[in-house]
């Protein structure tokens, strides 16, 4: 089993920034995928950050909407994962879960249905 606790979310205006933390209860180094899904009222489930992890080597994947505004980080040593999101958008507000999982048959995937491991979330908001 591995539980995950997300930190960080808040609120801000908008064009500000929040960086969001994930600690990884085990962490078997060799072979992950992890990432960040968010959903907002009344929306589909988003993943907007993900990180392949398969012996040493790392792979990034970013959704459309947060490219070059979003950086996904992992630090092994610490457990954790971080989502670092600079110039936010009203439309970035939502609930933001990060993800875990061993299986990764798509490599860094942005599908939420592809993670078997969910934090309990925590809530991003961005005024205009």
């Known amino acids: 089993q591995v539980e995950l606790v997300e930190s960080g979310g808040g609120s801000v205006q908008a064009g500000r920034s929040l960086r969001l933390s994930c600690v990884v209860s085990?962490?078997?180094?060799?072979?992950?995928?992890m990432g960040w899904v968010r959903q907002a009222p009344g929306k589909e489930r988003e993943g907007v950050a993900s990180?392949?992890?398969?012996?040493?080597?790392?792979?990034?994947s970013y959704a459309d909407s947060v490219k070059g505004r979003f950086t996904i980080s992992q630090d092994n040593a610490k457990r954790t994962q971080d989502l670092q999101m600079n110039s936010l958008k009203p439309e970035d507000t939502a609930t933001y879960y990060c993800?875990?999982?061993?299986?990764?048959?798509?490599?860094?995937?942005?599908?939420?249905?592809?993670?078997?491991?969910w934090g309990q979330g925590t809530q991003v908001t961005v005024s205009s």
């Open positions: 990180i392949y992890y398969v012996g040493g080597r790392v792979t990034l």
């Open positions: 993800v875990f999982d061993y299986s990764c048959p798509t490599g860094a995937t942005l599908d939420p249905g592809q993670y078997k491991y």
């Open positions: 085990r962490l078997i180094i060799d072979y992950y995928c």
